[in-house]
C-alpha cells in the first residue's frame, strides 16, 4: 500500500438534473454485474474467464494474448498530477506516480488476473504449491530476455529477493510484509529456470506478495555492493534511458520533467498474439504531467489525452454529450483506495529531546472522545454531494467499499452529529469562551493545522470543508495545502504535523497489503510512527491489529480471514487514528479509437495495454 497524490477534480455548480443523471449511470460492465460468486477458495470471482496459455516457439516460452489480433502503430496517452516521477527505481519507490512511471518497464512472476481476481503467471511459466502449503516452486519462461539482450534466469529472481527485498533496500513495505513471526522466505535456485520458495507457516497472502518487479541482477549487484546509499541514488528521474535495463513491454525513451514521460515498445517483449505477432501493438505510450484537473480536463477536451477521470457534474455533462462525442465512458465501481483524515497520535521526542507533536496537542489527538467529535463533526453527505455530486458514498472503514472483507456494519458509519460532537468534547472538559473558542480544561485555545497535497483540488475543497466543520465546534483549524514530497518528508521524517488529508492505494481482494499501514512498526503507521529501533509502548489496540495480521496471514480459511479483518475494521472504526471520508466512483471517459480495450473494476482502464492497439480509420 502507498500514498496516493490522487487525481484532482474540479469543483463546479450542481444541477439537480446532472446530479440524477450522474448518479443513475450503469454502463459497460454486464459481466462485471452478473458474474459474482464465492467458493470455498478465493471469495469472489469477477468478471469472464478468459484462460491463459503459453505457446512455446524455438526456445521460448511465449504468453500468448487472451484478446484477438491487433494492429501494430499509434500512441497511447494518459496523464498524472504533480511534479512527475522521483525515481525509475521501482524497489525504491514510495509513491504512486514513481510507481506508476516504473513498473511499467518491469515485469513480476505474477499478477492479478483483472478479469476474475485471481493470481496467474506472467514471467513464471508454472507456480506449483507443495502438500505442506509452505513451499512453492516457481518456474520462470525460457527465452525471456532484458532489454540488454542478457536472458532473464532464476539468479535474477533469487537476487532481487534475498538480496534487494530482503535486505532492506529501497522501498522495504514488501519485505515488512513477508515477516511471518519474525521470519522472513527462504528463497533458493533450484536450476537456470526455477527457484524455491518457502514460508516459516502456511502463509496465505504469499502468492500475492511476490508480484514484485523481478531486478537484472547483472546491472544492480554491483550497485548494492555499495550499499544502500548508491541504491537509492541509482536511476533517479535524472537517469538517461539507454542506461535502464528492463523487462517490461514498454521501455523508456523520454522525460521531460514537469511536461511528460515518453515509452516506446520493447520489440522484444515475451507475449504474442494468435498469428505469432510479438506484443504490444502501441508505438509508444506517453504520461502527461498535468498540474491540476483543469489542465486534464482542459487537454482531454483538446484531443491532447485519451483518457481522462471524471467526478461531479463532469460526469453527468460528459455522459449527456457521449453520443456526439469521439469518446465512451466506463464506470468502474467505487474506487479501491481509500481518503481519510489522519490525526498524528505520537507523542514521543525526537532524537534531539523535542517533541514530534506540542505536548498540549498530544493531549487532545489522544484523547478518544476529541478524536471522536471530529469524526462525528465531519459531513460526509455533504463531501459525496459538493465534492462528486453524488457519485459516491460517504466511506467509514479502512477497507474499499467493492472489498470482499468489508465489514458491513462498520460501512454503515452514521451521519453528521455536531451536538454528539458537543457532548463528547464536554466529557473531557472542553468547553467554549464567550467569543464561541474550544478550549480544554487547562484553558488552551484549540488550535492546531491541517495539511494537504497542494494542487490537488478535490483533497483541498474537502480541507475547506472539514475545516468549517471543525470551527463549528469552536475548533481554529489552520488549513495547510502544502508541496507533496514536502508532505512526506513531515509524515514519514520529521513527523511535525497536526491532521492530514491522504489517500493510500488499495486492494478490494487482500487487506494484507495495508500491513505497512496497520502494523505498529509499518513504514506507513503514519499515526503513531515509530522511528528505527525505537521501542515505544504500544497501544491496547496497536498490539491487537499486530495480533490480527499476524493471525491473517497464516489463516488458509476464507470466513476466517473475514472474521479477522471485520475486527480489524471495527477497531480503527472505535480508535480513530484514520477517519475515513468518502468513495467516489471510477468513471472514465476514453476515446473511442481502441481495440481489445477492456476496462474492469480490478485491472482499470488500460490493464491490458500491450494487448490494446489503435483502430485504424
Known sequence: MRMTKGRVYILSLLIFAGLFLAACIRVDRPELDTIKQKSTNKAETYGVVYPQKTKTIDGTDYLLSRKPAGEYGGDVVVSTIGEGPKTFNPWNSKDNTSSAASEIMFDSLVTTDAYTGEVIPKMAKSIKTLPDKKTYLIELRKGLKWSDGKEITADDVEYTWNTIIFGGYGNTSTRDAMYINGELPTVSKIDKYTVKFVTPKPFSPFLRQISVPIAPKHILKKITDKGPRAFDSFWSSSVKPEELVTSGAFRLKEYV??????????????????????????????????????????????????????????????KEQEKHSDYKIFNLGPNTGTMYLGINLNDRKNQNGKYYVNPIKQKWFNDLNFRKAVDYAVDRENIVFNIASGVGAPLFTPEPLSS?????????????????AAELLSESGFTKDKNGKLKDKDGNKVEFDLYTNAGNTERESIGVMIKQDLEDLG???????????????????????????????????????????????????????????ESAKLLPWEKRLDEIFDAAALELDFNKRKTLYEEYQQLIYDQKPLIYLYSPLLIYAVRKKFGNLHPTEIGGVMHNIEEIYVLKD
Open 257 to 318: 520533467p514537469a511536461q511528460r514521460i515518453v515509452y516506446e515498445r520493447n520489440p522484444d517483449y515475451y507475449k504474442i498474439d494468435e498469428k505469432g505477432q510479438k506484443l504490444p501493438y502501441i508505438d509508444k505510450y506517453i504520461m502527461l504531467i498535468v498540474g491540476d484537473l483543469n489542465n486534464e480536463l482542459l487537454k482531454f477536451k483538446s484531443k491532447e489525452l485519451d483518457v481522462v477521470g471524471l467526478r461531479g457534474t463532469n460526469v453527468s455533462v460528459f
Open 404 to 420: 470482499i472483507y468489508l465489514n458491513e456494519k462498520v460501512a454503515k458509519g452514521h451521519p453528521q452529529d455536531m451536538k454528539k
Open 475 to 533: 475548533m481554529s483549524v489552520n488549513f495547510k495545502p502544502i508541496e507533496f514530497n514536502t508532505l512526506v518528508n513531515k509524515l514519514t521524517n520529521t513527523k511535525d504535523w497536526d491532521m492530514v488529508i491522504l489517500g493510500f492505494t488499495g486492494s478490494p481482494l487482500e487487506p494484507y497489503g495495508g500491513k505497512n499501514v496497520w502494523y505498529s512498526n509499518g513504514t506507513l503507521h503514519l499515526f503513531n510512527m515509530r522511528s528505527d529501533g
